[in-house]
């Protein structure tokens, strides 16, 4: 891949830190798309790396802060050392992920001679300047003060326009990296994996309950659930454990903690699950089309951009077991229906979403604020 890096723009991606959600692996895959495509491309984690061994590579240029939250000392020793980076390696756009991590960026901006363009993705679907009322007009007001914004679907975009008073407000659409396709597509006991964090929104248990549905129908087949919870909500992940137990299900859901090899958990399975009540564009539901998977997926947020329903996989409501049940039933049932959407999944994924295509996406917005045509 090569993008046009004529332009000569200097690209930092800025998160709190590299660990393993939707946010954080946006940016590194960001980071590393541009840098892959010839642009200067660098990767600031605002606290630490974290868990993402990849950083670093294909030529990003990686920058720890080591700030403490907490610590106002700590995040002010931490605002000097990214002015000093803006300055030192002549940062032209720095695009901010993460609404904990806006408001630092924020703080580090006054004084410069010659300010970097900010700008800003809003990844949460589920919350947009809600909350207490002091954290939403700070967020705001730094928001007012990007140069440019986007958000992770349509509707977190409309929101954004309408609560903030924003009128440059855009729709970032996520890429993810190539693929191995799936062997497995066609298997005679498929694998139906779900992933992301375990968290009541994202709704795993609903995978469960229609397991145990089609368990009792005499149906075939192995679920696995990939993903953690957060340290609030370990609850929730017991919670799951304990209705696979109940339900009888011991010996066919399998709860995967973390996953460090995303793609070889894809490469063995044959269908993909979204049950998430919300979702901008979820990157493991376009991995899994990516890995040519059969994905039923709930209609919410941008979902609807990817899935076509009966076409690239199955669109079902949110919240509505039966529906999940009977789409499941079908892509069990019938091998050639699987294969079909998993293999128009993919061919869709590569055409549309793939990291060259979000690179490329990035920088014809990242033009704009800098005045670069």
């Known amino acids: 891949m090569r993008i046009d890096a004529a332009h000569g723009l200097t690209i930092a991606q800025v998160v709190g830190t590299f660990g393993g959600g939707g946010a954080q692996r946006l940016a590194y895959n960001l980071a590393s798309a541009l840098a892959e495509g010839g642009v200067r491309s660098l990767a600031i984690a605002v606290r630490e790396l974290g868990s993402y061994h990849e950083v670093g590579r294909n030529g990003v240029l990686v920058r720890e802060l080591g700030c403490r939250t907490g610590s106002p000392l700590s995040l002010l020793r931490g605002a000097r050392r990214l002015r000093s980076i803006v ?16 408001p630092f960026v924020d703080l580090a901006m006054p004084g410069f001679m010659r300010r970097p363009a900010v700008v800003f993705t809003w990844h949460d679907s589920e919350s947009v300047l809600e909350g207490p009322a002091a954290k939403a007009r700070r967020l705001t007001a730094a928001l007012r003060r990007c140069d440019r914004v986007f958000g992770s679907s349509a509707s977190v975009s409309s929101r954004l326009r309408e609560r903030a008073g924003l009128a440059n407000v855009s729709t970032f659409r996520n890429g993810v990296a190539p693929l191995a396709t799936s062997e497995q597509v066609g298997s005679g006991m498929p694998l139906i994996v779900w992933s992301g964090r375990l968290v009541p929104p994202k709704d795993p248990q609903a995978l469960v309950r229609a397991a145990a549905t089609l368990r009792r129908d005499g149906l075939r087949f192995r679920v696995g659930i990939a993903g953690t919870a957060p340290n609030h909500l370990h609850w929730f992940a017991e919670q799951t454990r304990t209705l696979i137990h109940d339900e009888g299900l011991d010996e066919v859901v399998q709860m ?53 329903h ?18 499941l039933r079908r892509l069990i049932t019938d091998v050639e229906l699987r294969c079909r959407l998993g293999a128009a999944a993919r061919e869709k994924a590569l055409a549309e979403f793939s990291l060259e295509a979000m690179a490329e996406q990035a920088l014809r917005f990242y033009r704009q604020p800098v005045g670069c045509t």
């Open 87 to 102: 300055r030192g390696e002549n940062i032209d756009v720095l695009h901010v992920h993460g609404t904990g991590t806006l």
């Open 256 to 308: 995967r903690g973390w996953v460090d090899d995303v793609p070889a958990l894809l490469r063995e399975s044959a269908i993909g699950v979204q049950s998430s009540h919300t979702e901008g564009l979820s990157m493991t539901l376009l991995e899994q089309m990516m890995a040519g998977l059969a994905v039923v997926a709930t209609d919410v947020g941008d979902t609807a951009v990817a899935i076509e």
């Open 310 to 327: 009966g076409k690239t996989g199955l669109l079902i409501p949110p919240g509505d077991d039966e529906a999940l049940c009977d789409a």
